[in-house]
């Protein structure tokens, strides 16, 4: 069916007199309640008067009217609004349209095509022809199509935020009850709330490892009015090797008493929060009058360095609640180097992804999870295409356009690959990067780098103003500037007494609804098959459950009788569990996802892809869905002493072997065995030897997953091509290898002793002598590897601090199966640095007379 065949069966679904003057195929609601799949929208028009219709479509394209029902009616009257995101001039992008009438509003994704244009066009001659009129319209005609009574109104509209569902078995009616007022609560927000305007001052700066020796006044205290909220976001405190190991620093109290200092002296400011990852810090303060209504503070970091370990990289972030306003700020570091742009891409959907800010009782909030965000930070993106000294010669003018033409996070925004959905202000001042510190000059050195905007200022809010967004090129101790911006923030305010009122109308309206009905729901699929499952390859199902009951459906997924979890370490159940109103559904993404803990536990066939998941309804009864699947096995997840004896790639080893030879790898007798060491450890250790000694940032700059899983493939089926992938790949997927095997290699019994006998090399040397042969012809393998490498520190920039500390945390791994006390931060660092210590004297002292002779 083409277009005009679609409007007409459109057309249907309306009288003759109501006419459909526009509408889209393709729109979603974005709202995370929703079942996020195509609907129409529709304007239709009576008389003088106007509304935008959501129509559901029980198949596409819809045959006939009976297949549409009407989900959305929205008036276009005086309190109608119509803001667009990021519109698009690529006619294959997204288009974000917020619509608001009365007390609903509701924000529309929609795919850019000609039509859009019409659409909108339409929308705003509408809001156009209503404030023309004398008086406004009633919109009579539109009650039949909200013709379902206040009751059926109330239950169904209310579709329960996961976040906010509560319950222990036996209370789940009131659990029920609890979350139905707040989702009504919610929906009625306008009727009980004002807005009152803050101020927010961000700021960023990279500091490249200088110490507070210049005042901060000029970036900090510039603003008319001292501001309500400060977040300062700092980038390298401290690149000294033992922050980048041991996350340990000085410079966190120096720089964070400098910011005290500095600020505005007008007011009076406390503390909301202050978090550190290795170099990246980020402050957040706010006037102590405000104090009292901030609420859930909570704090998260996220290492984006290799394996994702290394916290060099990553981001910091804080979130709390002031008022009835969510906000969250987030400080980044992303990857460097001019040509890593989609790294620097990854670290951000890393960011976003792993960031999660865990409160009792509720599910964790992400990122996105928030009414403002605000993110800041060293983002790295840099000028592409362009010749450095025309770059600097355009700046110097203050002809800053033909330059941002090329700027690597423009062009990425612009496609909707980063920072989708949020907001930078226009850009007026110079690249903030690369000076030669102390100065105002641009980079002498032999890169000779094009300047670039490396520190960047996004946010994201419908009530969200930005006033400023400028540098600072007076404070010049580092190769980058400080850049800070200020906004005008709407946050929701309670208005207590009206609050009460609107409060005693909804339980007046719940009360009339407490017949109790058995809850009913439909799931579409009860069997689940993932097929073949492989290493690290995340696989993604969906089902979807529907209420085909009367009133609001509750469910969660329930642990088995005598289990710990509700389902096993290597699947996850999103949302586990929620409140679905009379006729919605709900989407739930069953993933599977095999790693390094798991590995070795379906190599060994100890656990299979088969599980049993109980859907519990409350007040209802129990759904059984089953997830099976297939795990082709690999080398990663065997033990040390299996692989030493497969003569054969591991997908040739049938089945069954390959779980005898892990049954009986106690057994192993050395002279027996086919290899000294792993043929695998072997070729990729011969690799990097080879081709990558020299490589710089060997063992901590992350490879590429893609590239990892090649390399996966390539072992496991005995490849005669070269091993695929980036040096940096191949080191990643050395020491994925070594991680994932079944035990460490220095056995778990062993750990406790290592560390005690750490400060002393005759002794840690005395417990390497006494490994089992298979684990010491590794290690000392190993560390006679890491020695070659440490011989071309100039080139590589390693140094044996660095290795002992990344391989220390490899060769004594803490037992995942046992039930440890929780460590403080100082009680880590002191068993890291032992276990750093271990390693490190084998990386500085001449073992020779320990290494195999075999």
């Not at 409007?7 to 003759?16: A, M, P």
Request: proline share 4%; aromatic share 10%; glycine share 4%.
């Amino acid at each position: 069916m083409n277009h005009e065949e679609i409007k007409l069966v459109v057309q249907e679904k309306f009288l003759s007199s109501e006419r459909v003057t526009a509408f889209l195929c393709d729109a979603k609601v974005l709202h995370p309640e929703w079942v996020k799949k195509d609907r129409l929208l529709a304007i239709v028009e009576y008389g003088d008067e106007k509304a935008v219709f959501c129509l559901f479509t029980s198949c596409y394209p819809p045959k006939s009217f009976t297949d549409l029902s009407v989900e959305i009616v929205l008036p276009i009257d005086n309190s109608f609004k119509c803001e667009i995101d990021n519109k698009p001039s690529d006619p294959e992008a997204i288009l974000y349209l917020n619509l608001q009438s009365r007390n609903n509003k509701f924000k529309f994704e929609i795919q850019m095509t000609t039509r859009v244009d019409n659409f909108v066009d339409d929308l705003f001659r509408g809001i156009e022809a209503v404030n023309k009129l004398q008086t406004q319209p009633e919109f009579l005609w539109l009650k039949k199509y909200n013709g379902k009574t206040e009751d059926d109104i109330i239950v169904q509209s209310m579709v329960v935020p996961r976040s906010e569902v509560t319950h222990s078995q036996n209370s789940a009616p009131v659990a029920i009850r609890e979350s139905l007022i707040k989702r009504k609560m919610c929906d009625k927000e306008y009727d009980y709330t004002f807005t009152k305007k803050f101020t927010v001052f961000c700021g960023t700066w990279n500091v490249n490892d200088k110490s507070p020796v210049i005042p901060l006044k000029d970036w900090l205290c510039g603003a008319k009015e001292p501001p309500d909220i400060y977040a300062v976001g700092f980038q390298e405190l401290d690149l000294s090797k033992e922050t980048f190991l041991f996350d340990q620093t000085f410079r966190e109290e120096e720089w964070y008493n400098a910011v005290v200092h500095y600020i505005d002296k007008r007011a009076k400011y406390v503390k909301i929060e202050r978090v550190r990852l290795v170099g990246m810090m980020l402050i957040i303060l706010i006037k102590e009058k405000h104090f009292s209504h901030v609420r859930n503070v909570i704090c998260d970091t996220v290492g984006t360095g290799i394996m994702g370990k290394m916290g060099n990289k990553g981001g910091v972030s804080v979130r709390f609640d002031l008022h009835n306003t969510s906000i969250c700020f987030v400080n980044s570091h992303l990857a460097a180097h001019v040509e890593e742009y989609e790294r620097r891409n990854q670290d951000f959907r890393d960011i976003c992804n792993r960031t999660r800010f865990v409160q009792p009782n509720q599910q964790p909030k992400g990122i996105k999870d928030h009414d403002h965000i605000y993110w800041i930070g060293d983002l790295n993106y840099r000028i592409t295409e362009l010749d450095p000294q025309g770059v600097k010669n355009l700046v110097n003018e203050n002809n800053f356009a033909p330059v941002l033409e090329w700027d690597q996070l423009k062009q990425q925004h612009k496609n909707n690959n980063v920072f989708a959905g949020y907001t930078e202000g226009e850009i007026n001042f110079k690249p903030t990067y690369k000076y030669d510190p102390g100065t105002d000059n641009w980079d002498s050195s032999e890169k000779n780098r094009a300047p670039a905007w490396c520190d960047r200022i996004f946010w994201k809010g419908n009530t969200i103003m930005q006033l400023e967004y400028r540098s600072h090129p007076s404070l010049n101790i580092s190769d980058h500037k400080p850049v800070s911006a200020t906004f005008i923030s709407e946050i929701k305010i309670i208005d207590d007494e009206k609050y009460r009122k609107v409060y005693e109308e909804v339980i007046k309206q719940l009360d009339k609804l407490e017949n109790e009905l058995i809850p009913q729901v439909k799931v579409d699929v009860t069997e689940i098959d993932f097929g073949t499952v492989r290493y690290l390859e995340l696989q993604v199902r969906t089902i979807t459950i529907k209420n085909t009951g009367k009133l609001p459906v509750e469910f969660e997924f329930i642990k088995k009788l005598d289990e710990s979890n509700f389902c096993k370490d290597w699947l996850i159940v999103e949302p586990y569990k929620k409140c679905i109103c009379a006729d919605e559904s709900c989407e739930i993404q069953l993933k599977v996802l095999i790693n390094k803990t798991s590995a070795c536990k379906m190599n060994a066939g100890t656990d299979k892809l088969y599980d049993i998941l109980v859907l519990h309804l409350y007040g209802g009864k129990d759904i059984f869905i089953t997830v099976n699947g297939t795990y082709q096995r690999s080398c990663f997840g065997c033990s040390i002493e299996v692989l030493v004896n497969l003569n054969m790639p591991i997908r040739e080893v049938p089945v069954g072997k390959l779980i005898e030879l892990e049954s009986k790898r106690d057994q192993s007798i050395s002279n027996q065995s086919t290899y000294s060491i792993p043929k695998e450890i072997w070729f990729l250790v011969d690799h990097i030897y080879l081709h990558g000694l020299k490589e710089p940032n060997l063992f901590e700059q992350p490879g590429l997953h893609s590239e990892v899983l090649q390399i996966r493939d390539w072992l496991d089926s005995g490849s005669i091509d070269p091993i695929p992938g980036s040096i940096h790949s191949v080191a990643e997927a050395l020491l994925l290898l070594l991680e994932s095997t079944a035990d460490p290699i220095i056995p778990y019994n062993l750990q406790s002793v290592c560390l005690r006998a750490s400060v002393n090399y005759l002794q840690c040397k005395q417990i390497v002598m006494e490994l089992p042969e298979f684990r010491k012809n590794v290690f000392l393998y190993l560390c006679e590897f890491l020695q070659e490498a440490l011989q071309h520190s100039a080139e590589n920039g390693l140094d044996a601090k660095t290795l002992s500390t990344l391989f220390g945390a490899i060769f004594l791994r803490d037992n995942p199966n046992l039930i440890q006390e929780p460590q403080s931060r100082i009680n880590k660092q002191v068993i890291d640095k032992k276990k750093a210590q271990f390693v490190y004297h084998f990386l500085i002292n001449d073992h020779s007379d320990l290494i195999f002779s075999r």
